[in-house]
């Protein structure tokens, strides 16, 4: 571990340089948030401030303070292929975009972000050339399974890399990954870099209007480091050469539901759609550089805050015993935000090997196998992989033997009733 473990306060825009920030979120302070310690290991944990300002100038939000990328990604227990509704959402993004931009046999395609493979895994083998960057320790996996994955940040030596080793890619992906990056314009002239002129560059991202709208504020974690629209995100790829000539909501997504942009080199011949117009119309009148809404989703966050509280108390109060269901990096901002800790829910249900046995960060809840979770009588489960709820409600063990759940957002809720 890295001996600079203090975090660094954001004092000018990640976008455009200004210094106008606004702070309007104020989550506390939080250890990272998928850094998953054990017992013995719980009482070491760092906090963070977690909270978000607005650049009034791009109309960007992202955090006041960055955690050492050291904090972040020594310990990164993420594995998104883990996931099947996942695994069955990016075959499908993938199988879209061949389809639509047909690139020629033998193509590069670039994940950038590539996890353990997740994307990758979703070309037809043999057909394209699939080579993915991947800095964390799941892009150990990815390699195990076969595929060609640059072991480091997107930066200049990975541009370097990938135009000695392969060439520039026809498609290049970035499925939840924008938002992890410090340095957006950097990164997003890198992409322009590794771009075949004939290429298109999609990205998938939690679609920020839509988590206020949503109050899905539980996405607001140290890795995300940017909350993005496309109003800010159009300055920052036309300053490195790109443009933006599609965009659409995506009902499924990592975290929910997202947004997908497509982007191509800025003398490229793709026409800007109808459906990308209209969204930046929806974004100027929404006002995505007043303060106006972004006060209103602060003080509903906080709303929900203590209405969420309030449902658990009144459970426990009830003689119901509480757990909580799955243990996703994004559900530790809720359960830390809200005080709900191993004094009010007594366990987690986690299929991931990687967390069993360990606690959740902050609030230290054990995470346990679901058999053991079954065994423990709970009456009702928080869950916080909420995106999933169809899929726990008709499928989980827990579900078919009377359980409840606790789906915390956008307003907390019990199901079945
Ligand atoms: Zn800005």
Redesign the pocket.
């Given at each position: 571990m890295s001996s600079n473990t203090a975090s660094t306060a954001l004092t000018k825009?990640i976008?455009?340089?200004?210094s106008d920030l606004w702070k309007y979120l104020d989550l506390g302070a939080q250890p990272p948030s998928n850094d998953f310690p054990t017992m013995e290991a719980m009482h070491e944990e760092r906090r963070y401030p977690l909270s978000v300002q607005l650049?009034r100038?791009?109309?960007?939000s992202q955090l006041t303070h960055l955690v050492p990328s050291s904090e972040i990604f020594s310990d990164y227990a993420y594995l998104a292929s883990s996931s099947k509704p996942l695994r069955e959402h990016y075959a499908v993004m993938v199988y879209d975009i061949l389809k639509r931009f047909t690139p020629p046999e033998g193509s590069i395609c670039l994940d950038v972000g590539a996890n353990d493979g997740i994307t990758l895994s979703a070309y037809p083998s043999g057909k394209f050339r699939t080579v993915g960057i991947e800095p964390s320790s799941a892009g150990k996996v990815a390699r195990e399974k076969g595929f060609a994955i640059i072991d480091r940040f997107l930066d200049h030596e990975a541009v370097e890399l990938l135009k000695e080793q392969y060439g520039q890619a026809h498609i290049i992906t970035a499925t939840n990954v924008l938002a992890h990056i410090p340095n957006l314009p950097k990164a997003v002239e890198c992409v322009q870099a590794c771009l075949h002129e004939n290429g298109v560059f999609v990205a998938e991202f939690p679609y920020y209007i839509d988590t206020m709208e949503q109050l899905y504020f539980d996405t607001i974690y140290h890795e995300h480091v940017s909350y993005l629209t496309l109003t800010?995100l159009v300055k920052v790829l036309n300053k490195a050469g790109l443009r933006l000539f599609d965009a659409a909501r995506v009902a499924f997504g990592a975290s929910g539901p997202a947004l997908r942009i497509y982007c191509c080199l800025a003398e490229s011949p793709y026409q800007m759609t109808d459906g990308l117009k209209t969204l930046l119309d929806e974004e100027e009148a929404w006002g995505i550089t007043r303060e106006t809404q972004y006060k209103k989703f602060s003080s509903n966050v906080f709303s929900v805050k203590t209405e969420l509280v309030r449902v658990i108390d009144c459970l426990i109060r009830k003689g119901q015993n509480v757990g909580v269901m799955s243990a996703p990096a994004k559900g530790n901002t809720l359960l830390n935000f809200c005080g709900l800790d191993r004094s009010k829910l007594v366990a987690v249900a986690e299929n991931n090997a990687r967390k069993i046995g360990h606690v959740t960060p902050g609030s230290h809840i054990p995470i346990v196998d679901d058999e053991t979770f079954l065994a423990m009588k709970i009456d009702y489960a928080l869950l916080l992989s909420w995106n999933y709820a169809d899929f726990f409600l008709h499928h989980s063990e827990f579900a078919k033997r009377g359980g409840k759940f606790i789906i915390p957002l956008p307003q907390p809720h019990i199901v079945p009733t």
């Amino acid at each position: 571990m890295s001996s600079n473990t203090a975090s660094t306060a954001l004092t000018k825009c990640i976008a455009c340089g200004s210094s106008d920030l606004w702070k309007y979120l104020d989550l506390g302070a939080q250890p990272p948030s998928n850094d998953f310690p054990t017992m013995e290991a719980m009482h070491e944990e760092r906090r963070y401030p977690l909270s978000v300002q607005l650049c009034r100038s791009c109309g960007l939000s992202q955090l006041t303070h960055l955690v050492p990328s050291s904090e972040i990604f020594s310990d990164y227990a993420y594995l998104a292929s883990s996931s099947k509704p996942l695994r069955e959402h990016y075959a499908v993004m993938v199988y879209d975009i061949l389809k639509r931009f047909t690139p020629p046999e033998g193509s590069i395609c670039l994940d950038v972000g590539a996890n353990d493979g997740i994307t990758l895994s979703a070309y037809p083998s043999g057909k394209f050339r699939t080579v993915g960057i991947e800095p964390s320790s799941a892009g150990k996996v990815a390699r195990e399974k076969g595929f060609a994955i640059i072991d480091r940040f997107l930066d200049h030596e990975a541009v370097e890399l990938l135009k000695e080793q392969y060439g520039q890619a026809h498609i290049i992906t970035a499925t939840n990954v924008l938002a992890h990056i410090p340095n957006l314009p950097k990164a997003v002239e890198c992409v322009q870099a590794c771009l075949h002129e004939n290429g298109v560059f999609v990205a998938e991202f939690p679609y920020y209007i839509d988590t206020m709208e949503q109050l899905y504020f539980d996405t607001i974690y140290h890795e995300h480091v940017s909350y993005l629209t496309l109003t800010p995100l159009v300055k920052v790829l036309n300053k490195a050469g790109l443009r933006l000539f599609d965009a659409a909501r995506v009902a499924f997504g990592a975290s929910g539901p997202a947004l997908r942009i497509y982007c191509c080199l800025a003398e490229s011949p793709y026409q800007m759609t109808d459906g990308l117009k209209t969204l930046l119309d929806e974004e100027e009148a929404w006002g995505i550089t007043r303060e106006t809404q972004y006060k209103k989703f602060s003080s509903n966050v906080f709303s929900v805050k203590t209405e969420l509280v309030r449902v658990i108390d009144c459970l426990i109060r009830k003689g119901q015993n509480v757990g909580v269901m799955s243990a996703p990096a994004k559900g530790n901002t809720l359960l830390n935000f809200c005080g709900l800790d191993r004094s009010k829910l007594v366990a987690v249900a986690e299929n991931n090997a990687r967390k069993i046995g360990h606690v959740t960060p902050g609030s230290h809840i054990p995470i346990v196998d679901d058999e053991t979770f079954l065994a423990m009588k709970i009456d009702y489960a928080l869950l916080l992989s909420w995106n999933y709820a169809d899929f726990f409600l008709h499928h989980s063990e827990f579900a078919k033997r009377g359980g409840k759940f606790i789906i915390p957002l956008p307003q907390p809720h019990i199901v079945p009733t």
